[in-house]
């Protein structure tokens, strides 16, 4: 997960194991993410494995949306006030 967050960010979001675990953490409590196994892997392949529940993919599709809104209203800023800082 911490190399995956790394390359999909590329390069521009590290992510410590502690703050990784943390965070699975709080959102298994809250219910957004679960753990499971893959029966598929052999005992040696096996560890622990995560994924979004249903709660868990309708706040992520929520903050998507909400940050695509802020992104919109970032971008006319800059349109409008042409390209100045």
Request: charged share 35%; glycine share 8%; aromatic share 4%.
């Amino acid at each position: 997960m911490i190399q995956e967050v790394t390359r999909l960010s590329e390069g521009q979001y590290r992510i410590g194991p502690g703050t990784l675990y943390d965070n699975l953490k709080k959102l298994m409590n809250c219910g957004r993410v679960e753990d499971y196994q893959d029966d598929q892997l052999s005992a040696d392949e096996r560890r622990r494995m995560y994924r979004l529940t249903a709660a868990g993919r309708t706040a992520l599709q929520a903050d998507v949306s909400r940050m695509k809104r802020v992104l919109r209203k970032a971008d006319r800023q800059v349109v409008r006030k042409g390209g100045e800082a």
